[in-house]
């Protein structure tokens, strides 16, 4: 049998393939197939190779695994004849990509077929590199490449040219060798020359200033009279395209000159005319004709600004925009984008239908739309803009509401005219997509919210009418239950009403029911479900007639089987059954929360936050050396980021809860406070029922202690001593413990000096450490980490965390800020406090990891530091 | 070092080009950009799943994983190509419509069938329109000239085998 006659066998396997009724049944076919493919291929059958490839082809296109074809390629590609070489070099580029080891063995057989007799061989080898070379490859057989830019036949030529595009993206630095064979393929009268001299000059240009420079002196003129001749040349079918001579050339010629224009007002001067001509000129009914103006107006755009070309450029995308073309309109949107920095008040004029097309039927229509209105929104516009948008949010799809919400959200927050508005709007977005509102939105809703005090009354009585109306969407019902935790009595006696507002008559009952209804809903997550039972705690006291209500439902949490709402209901328990004189106190309503502070965190230090708040549970627990819960914790100590993500939900939410306790130790005298405060304590503890000969020596304990953090150690361990199911109540008792902060600060002089060390310190950063002890606790340092920026380019979501060994305990403070500005303008510091276990025998040792944001990529740090003072 | 407001990525390139039949069956698949295998698979069910399903009046453009791809429906085939959110979609459109008409002259109007049982003919033909994802050639007469100039080679290195194959039978007999 011949080797060319395979056309037939590889027939049938198509056709028994498309015979087969099932999955199942194709599997069975292609893997004989295989089977019967690898046989040949061991047995080196030379005959039926060139078909087994054809064969593979097909198999790898429907998906199967081919990668015992590789081989095959290379024998034929190496062949004599040229159809093994044509069939060979196409499975080649098929079935292996650049990754390959395999193709590193081709590199001879392109070399030789490069420089090969029969100009179609030449060809296929041009190809097969262009397509898939390597950067070593492109090394190797760039010199073919670059004298084939000169061969006879201009099939290769352009060959070349595409080649030589490939070859310069994998190997710049080669960018310069084809300058000048650019600048004689640019001369070229051969459309199919011309075409690829055009993108390689695009290529080169893109790769070197100089090379750009140069193109931009010796071939601005010429290429402005090549898009001349061809834009008022004659019909020519060869490369007519409706009534256009060659739009491809066009839209090249077009791109260059954008490119050798931008930046260069001689360059853009010369290129005036015809660009204004092609942008009256060009037919727009077709298709083409659009294409070529799309291009035009990008490169109107693009160059520098002369005489009326822009306004041009604006009226066309305008005209695009009323086209009933869904591919025109798109486009036109897309453009608009880039034409809003350069003229926004004519961008500004078409407004409305852009509106419209946020409306559109088409997915990727409405996207574009909506990226461009929300560059177009301004204060003049915003409050119009966002009724629109909101109105639309109630019909729009279900895929697209995220993408509105999360628009409308950031609307809202970047242009709000006054607070009211602000707080107007976000209810409207959390009633009708609140589902779709991400955690960082409704927490600023809740910080602007307690800095609006004169509107406290007015958001919860709309919350409370939001509520009844859209009881389904999680955000909305978040933010309700915080508001009537806070602010239950001014929606039950109409405090604080505003002359726009009508009375409404709320009852005790229905604002408790408003919060029975959220913890109940089977659909409520974890946190929704936390915040019900604060408010729950915090409505006891506001509403003492429905006390006893309110701790039946407390009361039915208490079984739960995720711990945090279990834990907090028995606590929330005992303290309204038994607390009662300390209660109001407890659950004052929340200080305004510090806007600046949750803004910065909200940029991106979320991370480095819960690292703290994690880590402080981490000290104050596993300094009492107790059994196994030691080490868990522990295990969080020397990987702070591992153990985050765990307390990530409750993090704000712990931050409301550290700050609402707070405020009730700074109001009694501050021994007092200690007094109490250890009752409060004791009482909690009493949940696991402490040994009463303890409470004695727990104040003296308490007010020895420098530090509130250290404190909790001796404590710990006391409960830890006592019952082992203290240890569910411990995370609230920490909570209540950071209450009492504000006792005694510790005195920072008399401890003995360190001198500061740069810690860490590369090509684009230096960490310097100063250290403080206090006097009497020498195992514990104060460090002050202070991060320098040696670059000259801002970094944005700055985070540090560390990570120290076991005989260590490192706590984090929240850093001063999360972006640090280039030039060691600024610093940014962040406290941490090391406790070292075996002081005087081991030194100190950290790993660190710095990342933040480089121009929106990410970069990441990391280091050990050894180089501490040896008596830390 | 380059330009600011040129990103070298950004120019006249497409990452590949797609055939996909209506039921999501793959004709053509062509990669200018480097994907591993698995990752042609998942782009490909991506893709499929998200255009075969788009209606007949929408407008001929996908955004995905931050490019764009822009497909056309020829008959029961979808034509793709994966070009960067920058590039001239109308153009590729364009550059689609050249290819079929390329593929219709060379089989006389040219349907599923020929593509499936003539898939290398295809690939020919792609291969004298793209190099390295960028345009080759505007003419359709020239790739057709260049495309059958070389199957006629293979039409002859054909006939010589055959006649050396019955020159040894001959000689054999």
């Known amino acids: 049998m011949n080797p060319f006659s395979s056309g037939t066998r590889l027939r049938d396997m198509i056709r028994a393939i498309r015979a087969c009724k099932t999955a199942a049944e194709e599997r069975a076919v292609i893997r004989k197939e295989c089977a019967s493919i690898r046989a040949s291929v061991s047995d080196n059958d030379n005959e039926y190779r060139h078909r087994n490839l054809a064969k593979l082809m097909f198999i790898h296109m429907l998906g199967y695994p081919t990668h015992f074809g590789q081989m095959e390629c290379l024998k034929l590609i190496a062949a004599p004849g040229f159809p093994e070489k044509r069939i060979g070099y196409l499975g080649l580029m098929l079935l292996l990509d650049e990754r390959q080891e395999v193709l590193m063995l081709v590199t001879n057989s392109l070399k030789q077929d490069l420089n090969h007799a029969n100009q179609y061989i030449v060809g296929l080898a041009l190809c097969a590199l262009g397509n898939i070379c390597s950067a070593e490859m492109a090394r190797d057989l760039a010199p073919e490449v670059e004298r084939l830019l000169q061969f006879r036949d201009p099939n290769i030529r352009k060959k070349a040219a595409l080649c030589s595009i490939r070859i310069v993206k994998k190997v710049p630095d080669l960018a310069e060798n084809f300058v000048n064979p650019v600048v004689s393929l640019l001369k070229e009268k051969h459309h199919g020359v011309l075409l690829t001299g055009i993108q390689l000059c695009i290529e080169l240009c893109n790769h070197s200033e100089e090379a750009l420079e140069y193109f931009r002196k010796k071939c601005t003129e010429g290429l402005v009279k090549v898009l001349k001749d061809v834009v008022n040349s004659s019909y020519a079918p060869e490369y007519d395209i409706s009534g256009i001579a060659d739009p491809f050339l066009h839209i090249r010629l077009l791109r260059l000159l954008r490119v050798l224009g931008h930046g260069d007002a001689d360059a853009s001067d010369s290129m005036n005319d015809i660009l204004a001509q092609v942008a009256t000129k060009t037919e727009s009914n077709k298709n083409a004709g659009n294409a070529i103006l799309y291009e035009c107006v990008e490169t109107i755009m693009s160059i520098e600004d002369i005489s009326g070309l822009r306004v041009l450029a604006i009226n066309i995308l305008g005209r695009f925009l009323s086209n009933r073309d869904n591919n025109i309109r798109y486009v036109a949107l897309n453009m608009l984008m880039k034409a809003v920095s350069v003229d926004d008040q004519a961008v500004q004029r078409h407004r409305t239908t852009i509106l419209e097309c946020v409306k559109d039927s088409d997915a990727s229509i409405r996207k574009r739309a909506l990226e461009l209105i929300y560059l177009l929104v301004n204060e003049s516009n915003v409050k119009a803009l966002t009724k629109e948008l909101i109105d639309y949010l109630q019909v729009s799809d279900q895929d697209f509401k995220g993408d509105l919400t999360a628009k409308i959200c950031s609307i809202v927050e970047k242009l709000s005219p006054d607070k009211i508005w602000y707080i107007d709007q976000m209810l409207k977005v959390l009633s009708e997509a609140g589902n779709h509102v991400k955690d960082e939105v409704w927490h600023a809703l809740i910080v602007v919210i307690t800095n609006a005090s004169n509107l406290h009354g007015y958001t919860v009585r709309s919350l409370y009418k939001a509520i009844q109306k859209s009881a389904d969407q999680e955000t909305l019902v978040r933010v309700a239950v915080w508001c009537i935790g806070e602010y239950g009595d001014m929606l039950v006696n109409n405090i604080g009403m505003l002359n726009l507002e009508d009375p409404i008559t709320v009852t005790e009952n229905d604002a408790v029911d408003v919060v029975e209804i959220a913890i109940k809903r089977h659909s409520s997550d974890l946190t929704t479900r936390a915040m019900c039972l604060i408010a729950l705690l915090k409505l006891s006291s506001r509403f003492p007639s429905c006390s006893q209500r309110i701790k039946d439902i407390v009361t039915q949490s208490k079984g739960s089987l995720l711990l945090e709402l279990q834990q907090r209901s028995i606590e929330f328990d005992s303290i309204i059954e038994k607390h009662q004189n300390i209660r109001s106190a407890l659950v004052e309503r929340m200080p305004v929360l510090d806007e600046a502070t949750f803004s910065g965190r909200k940029a991106g230090s979320i991370l480095a936050a819960t690292v703290s708040t994690s880590l402080n549970y981490v000290n104050g627990v596993a300094t009492s050396a107790a059994a196994p819960l030691v080490d868990l914790l522990d295990l969080g100590a020397d990987e702070p980021a591992a153990a985050a993500p765990t307390f990530s939900g409750g993090n704000f939410l712990q931050d409301l809860l550290d700050v609402g306790t707070s405020p009730f130790p700074s109001q009694s005298g501050t021994t007092q406070a200690q007094k109490n405060g250890t009752d409060v304590l004791l009482d909690l503890l009493s949940i696991g029922s402490p040994p009463p000969e303890n409470s004695s020596s727990a104040p003296d304990i308490l007010s020895l202690s420098q530090d509130n953090k250290i404190s909790v150690s001796p404590l710990d361990s006391l409960s830890s001593a006592t019952r082992p199911s203290v240890q569910a109540s411990s995370t609230a008792m920490m909570d209540l413990l950071d209450g009492f902060g504000p006792s005694p600060p510790p005195t920072k002089d008399n401890g003995p000096a360190y001198p500061p060390i740069v810690a860490f310190e590369s090509s684009s950063l230096r960490l310097m450490f100063n250290f403080s002890k206090q006097p009497g606790n020498p195992q514990v340092t104060e460090i002050e980490a202070n991060f320098t920026n040696k670059s000259s380019d801002v970094y944005t979501n700055f985070i540090f965390q560390a990570a120290v060994p076991k005989f260590l305990q490192l706590h984090l403070e929240p850093a001063s800020s999360n972006t640090l500005p280039g030039n060691g303008n600024e610093s940014i510091t962040q406290k941490l406090r090391v406790t070292n276990s075996q002081h005087g025998k081991k030194s100190m040792v950290m790993r660190i990891r710095i990342s933040y944001k480089l121009y929106n990529k990410d970069v990441l740090e990391e280091g050990q530091i050894s180089n501490f003072p040896r008596d830390l | ?173």
């Not at chain 2, 505007?138 to 010589?160: G, I, N, P, W």
Request: hydrophobic share 40%; aromatic share 10%.
């Open chain 2, 1 to 173: 070092m380059h330009k600011p407001g040129v990103d070298p990525k950004k120019l006249g390139r497409i990452h590949f080009v797609l055939l996909i039949s209506r039921q999501g069956k793959v004709r053509l698949t062509k990669w200018y950009s480097p994907y591993s295998q698995k990752e042609r698979s998942k782009v490909i069910r991506e893709l499929s799943g998200m255009i075969l399903t788009r209606g007949p009046k929408l407008c001929n453009f996908v955004e995905w994983r931050g490019f764009k791809v822009v497909y056309k429906r020829y008959a029961s085939l979808y034509f793709c190509m994966c070009i960067n959110q920058e590039d001239n979609e109308l153009e590729i459109l364009e550059i689609i419509h050249h290819f079929v008409e390329i593929l219709d002259r060379y089989f006389g109007s040219v349907c599923e069938l020929d593509l499936i049982f003539n898939f290398q003919k295809a690939y020919y033909m792609l291969d004298e329109i793209l190099i390295a994802g960028e345009l080759q050639e505007s003419s359709k007469k020239t790739v057709a000239r260049l495309v059958s100039a070389q199957d006629s080679l293979v039409e002859a290195a054909k006939e010589e085998a055959n006649s050396i194959s019955n020159i040894i039978a001959q000689a054999t007999k």
